[in-house]
């Protein structure tokens, strides 16, 4: 058995699965805490690696294509505070991180695992029931439907159609994708033969996210759904050309700096920061990130 205990977390590898635990160390990101511990088996891991560094290292892990559907709901958009295959390794202990490389390449050599992709999902996804309340709205999934429910913030057109209620047989797709610049984030539902271009601002099957600290615990929810729906390697087609909704191209370098569009995102912090929404400390954060821009 190779073991390695750190303040991030601890990796323990018995010769067929690794077992990850979130370390409580302040400094642990509130979605890796959330998620909890994971059992990998070794079959859904690709390979691992240890880069050292000055004052720290890190361990990662890669998985095998289509084993994990956090990873697929995610779509690699985690940072790498939030992501659960990564473990920050002190200085001290760069022996033991590269012991526990050597064990874990050994038994994928010994077992002969390949790097291939696989066509149905290896880990269970995270666990239910789970209620998420980020944004504007909330999300809770109890294994077999979800519900979306509004707040205050919700722009009144979606709001007034009230809760939404899907089982996973309604859903056809899932995304999550987190705030970046002046673009708001969203968890998206695609509905069976309702596809939809509207923005998730006014979308009744989408939370739109704002870039604050539980953002990122909308993720769950989707990994949960997605864990759930057929594995992508497995569709079809029919149903759905295209599982996942088209989405807005993202804006060019000369948008994203446009003097108006900065001038509004500034309006609107001040007006989330007046209302409670943001701290006091979130409010500089956000402001002073949009006047690096102008």
Known sequence: MAEIIQKDGTWVFDGDALRLTPGRDKNVSLFRKTLGELVLPLGALAGVSFEQGKKAGRLRLRLRDGADPLLHATGGRLTEPNDP?????????????????????????????????????????????????????????????????????????????????LTVTDIAAVEWHPAAGLENGHLRFTVRNAPTKAPPKYDPNSVELWGFKKDPLMALVAAAV???????ARATGTDVPDARPELPSPPVAAAEDDHDALLRRLRELGELHRTGVLTDEEFTLAKQAVLKRM
């Open 226 to 232: 997605q864990a759930r729906l057929p594995h992508p």
């Open 85 to 165: 295959y990564q473990l920050i390794v002190e200085s001290d202990r760069y022996g033991v991180a590269e012991y526990f490389v050597d064990e874990v390449r050994n038994a994928l050599l010994l077992d002969q695992v390949p790097a291939e992709p696989v066509d149905a999902y290896l880990l269970p996804g995270p666990s239910v029931p789970l209620s998420v309340s980020a944004g504007d709205g909330t999300a809770t999934f109890d294994g077999e439907s979800i519900r979306l429910e509004w707040n205050w913030k919700t722009e009144d057109a979606k709001a007034a159609a009230g809760s939404r209620s």
